[in-house]
C-alpha cells in the first residue's frame, strides 16, 4: 500500500513538473474545452469566432428553436448557455478587443 500511495504522489509530481499544473486542474481545463467545442458545436461558430460572429449565431438558432416557432426553452436556454460560455472565453483570454 505504500508503494502505490508513494507511486501516486510521484506521479502527481511529475505532471506538475511537466506541465506547471496539478493534475486536477488539467482535468478542469479539459471539461472546460469538451463544454466550449459542445456550445460551438451548437452554434455553429468556429473556435476563432469573434463576438459579432457569437451574437449571430445565437440570434439565428433562437430564431430556429424559440417556442413560439416550435421549439422549447430548453433548447433556448441551451443556446443562451453556449453563447455566454463562448463570451465568458473571449473576456477571460482578452480576445476580440
Keep these: 500500500m505504500g508503494k502505490l500511495v508513494t507511486l501516486l504522489v510521484l506521479a502527481v509530481l511529475a505532471a506538475r513538473l511537466l506541465s506547471g499544473r496539478w ?26 469566432a469573434r463576438r459579432q460572429d ?19 426553452a430548453d433548447q433556448v436556454h441551451a443556446a443562451t448557455r453556449a453563447r455566454d460560455l ?3 472565453r473571449l473576456e477571460r483570454t482578452g480576445q476580440d478587443r
Aim: charged share 30%; proline share 4%.
Design 54 to 72: 457569437i451574437a449571430e449565431a445565437h440570434r439565428r438558432l433562437l430564431a430556429r428553436v424559440h417556442p413560439d416557432r416550435g421549439g422549447t
Design 86 to 88: 463562448l463570451l465568458a
Design 23 to 48: 493534475p486536477w486542474e488539467l482535468w478542469a481545463l479539459s471539461e472546460r474545452a469538451q463544454d466550449e467545442a459542445q456550445a460551438r458545436a451548437l452554434l455553429g461558430v468556429s473556435r476563432d
